[in-house]
Antibody
Framework: EVHLVESGGGVVQPGGSLRLSCEAS????????MYWVRQVPGKGLEWVSL????????HYADSVKGRFTISRDNKKDSLYLEMNNLRADDSAVYYC??????????????WGQGTLVTVSS | SYVLTQPPSVSVVPGQTARMTCGGD??????VHWYHQGPGQAPVLVVR???FRPSGIPERISASNSGNTATLIITGVEAGDEGDYYC???????????FGGGTKLTVL
């Protein structure tokens, strides 16, 4: 069974940094593209970033480009999101997602339970 | 950037059919995926690639995609179908993933 467990969320001041992690199990992690999707409580889903199976290509939403960095460690079955220069509008639940394939063009077929990030002074 | 438009809400009585649309420019040329998010839950993929149901998704759920509109249809709606439904595409020119704003399904 696929398990995705996010961690690293918390409260951070504006301008601060945070690193999210997603520990994966139950599938061949190195074969799948991985995603970060966020959701302000009570609002819709917003795609944040994706990284293809081998880590060589990543894409970002315009709202986070230049501030967030996605990475993965296929030896540790883990996905990361380094978030810098955080703003209040980055506050959200951040979900880790596993793509059906490895290319970054297919649907997210499994989701974690999310980790809450709050940016506030 | 590519935009997907969904009606904010749809209401149906139990046993009836719910139809939820997702509008986008020539969306029929893209592969559309649909997710259901129950209250307090993570999203679940219910339809991929326009009309394919993943394993475990009931046959009551179907979908289509043509022209400028993709549609998710749930027949024999049950209380457990309540929640938010999101459509999603991959926009190849920009390499961006796009979600619609979501439709809240209420079972009266």
């Amino acid at each position: 069974e696929v398990h995705l467990v996010e961690s690293g969320g918390g409260v951070v001041q504006p301008g601060g940094s945070l690193r999210l992690s997603c520990e994966a199990s139950g599938f061949s992690f190195s074969e799948h593209a991985m995603y970060w999707v966020r959701q302000v409580p009570g609002k819709g889903l917003e795609w944040v970033s994706l990284i293809i199976w081998n880590g060589e290509t990543s894409h970002y939403a315009d709202s986070v480009k230049g501030r967030f960095t996605i990475s993965r460690d296929n030896k540790k079955d883990s996905l990361y999101l380094e978030m810098n220069n955080l703003r209040a509008d980055d506050s959200a639940v951040y979900y880790c997602g596993k793509e059906r394939g490895g290319s970054g063009t297919q649907p997210i077929e499994n989701w974690g339970q999310g980790t809450l990030v709050t940016v506030s002074s | 950037s590519y935009v997907l438009t969904q009606p904010p809400s749809v209401s149906v009585v139990p046993g009836q059919t719910a139809r939820m649309t997702c509008g986008g420019d020539n969306i029929g040329r893209k592969s559309v995926h649909w997710y259901h998010q129950g209250p307090g839950q993570a999203p679940v993929l219910v339809v991929r690639d326009d009309d394919f149901r993943p394993s475990g998704i009931p046959e009551r759920i179907s979908a289509s995609n043509s022209g400028n509109t993709a549609t998710l249809i749930i027949t024999g709606v049950e209380a457990g179908d309540e929640g938010d439904y999101y459509c999603q595409v991959w926009d190849s020119p920009t390499h961006l993933v796009v979600f619609g704003g979501g439709t809240k399904l209420t079972v009266l």
